[in-house]
């Protein structure tokens, strides 16, 4: 007796199915991207900042959503500064890089292709608390200086000129007619916001959040009104050039596992236990103090290109730009990426 698979017919039936089966494939494939082979999890270095802004990356790493978008990923958070992330996401030491807007980030992509962007980290609330502050001291918020237009011919502090909080003091300033022009800035630690606007050595400082409300909480210094940045997508995610062109498929996997952790977050309103535990040990933040902090963070993740192209030309004015043209901030997106982590975050 023959046996049933050396019947003819029933080796077409198999031939048939193996065919469909491989479409399928095919299809899928095509779907996510250039085919790659299975070597494995794609490895991945982020370099993100010791913020909750940065939030998304860490509970995406400790509750495994990375690893189940076959992803191998390394949170790095020894630089802080824009300034040094950026060369070495532009040497592919970095593959993803979570900064904030600034003149640094614009002359760094001016120069080449070597930086493209993945989409927005984190949106400013539109309503609620904010997640940035311009702070005061109690007695001068007593005293009527409740909004940036009293800030005229003081001292304001900022983390880093020409970076993003340059920018949103200038929007507080411009919502009452002013400009930075009409103030002193002074660069400033975060660690030093307090002392020197208690002490008097400036009038006001920006600040984010859970900075905020330490101060607030400590009676140090309270926020001014502040809401010219609203809705804005301040804090972009950007990636290696080579990279996101070569792994478009990984990049759009590192979305959808970065918005997973950040729609938890926001739907936990920082409640959950595991959540804030994570956060805590990424960024030092006292599990009782995030607790306590009002902050949203989800994204709109498209990339915020009217805000892109406004801060450009501030920095064009300030002559903080190396390049005399203008950036067509598309030219360094994929739409393509985004649609797709949409689709593998549901």
Same mark, same amino acid.
């Given at each position: 007796?023959?046996?049933? @698979? ?18 399928? =494939? ?5 779907? +996510? ?13 982020? @370099? ?12 995406? /790493?400790? &509750? ?16 802080? $500064? !824009?300034?040094?992330?950026?060369p070495l996401l532009a ?11 600034? =003149?640094? !980030?614009?002359n760094a992509m001016r ?18 608390? $904010?997640l940035v502050a311009l ?25 880093? +000129? ?17 400009? !930075?022009? #009409? ?7 975060? $660690? ?36 010219? =940045? ?37 739907? @936990? ?9 994570? !956060? ?9 103090? +995030? ?8 994204? &709109?993740?498209?990339? #915020?290109?009217? +805000? ?10 300030? /002559? ?5 043209? /203008?950036? $067509? ?16 975050? &549901?």
């Amino acid at each position: 007796m023959r046996s049933e @698979s050396m019947r003819p017919e029933v080796a077409v039936r198999h031939s048939r199915r193996s065919l469909l089966l491989g479409t399928a =494939a095919v299809a899928i494939s095509g779907a +996510l991207g250039p085919a790659r082979a299975d070597t494995g999890p794609t490895k991945i270095v982020v @370099s993100a900042v010791q913020s909750i802004t940065s939030s998304p990356h860490f509970v995406a /790493k400790e &509750k495994g959503y990375f690893t189940e978008q076959s992803l191998d990923v390394t949170v790095d958070t020894s630089l802080q $500064n !824009v300034a040094d992330q950026l060369p070495l996401l532009a040497a592919g030491k970095y593959q993803v890089m979570a900064t904030s807007w600034g =003149a640094s !980030v614009f002359n760094a992509m001016r120069r080449g292709g070597l930086i493209r962007v993945l989409g927005t980290q984190t949106t400013l609330p539109e309503s609620g608390r $904010n997640l940035v502050a311009l702070v005061v001291s109690k007695a001068n918020y007593d005293a009527g200086l409740t909004t940036a237009a009293g800030l005229k011919g003081k001292k304001v502090g900022v983390v880093g +000129l020409g970076g993003w909080n340059e920018y949103d003091v200038h929007l507080a300033l411009k919502a009452f007619g002013g400009s !930075v022009k #009409d103030v002193e800035l002074v660069q400033i630690g975060r $660690n030093d916001i307090g002392p020197a606007v208690a002490n008097g050595a400036i009038t006001a400082s920006w600040a984010a959040e859970p900075g905020v409300t330490l101060l607030e909480e400590k009676g140090i210094a309270v926020p001014i009104a502040n809401d010219a =940045a609203r809705g804005k997508g301040a804090f972009p995610l950007l990636a290696n050039g080579d990279f996101s062109k070569q792994n478009p498929d990984a990049c759009a996997r590192y979305l959808a596992a970065f918005l997973k952790a950040a729609r938890e977050i926001e739907a @936990s309103a920082w409640q959950d236990p595991q959540i804030v535990e994570i !956060v805590s040990k990424y960024t030092g933040v006292p599990a009782d103090i +995030l607790r306590r902090t009002p902050s949203k963070l989800l994204p &709109k993740i498209e990339p #915020d290109f009217a +805000l892109m192209d406004d801060m450009q030309e501030y920095f064009r004015e300030r /002559k903080m730009l190396t390049y005399t043209d /203008k950036i $067509n901030f598309a030219d360094f997106y994929s739409p393509q990426i985004i649609e797709q982590a949409r689709k593998l975050a &549901k």
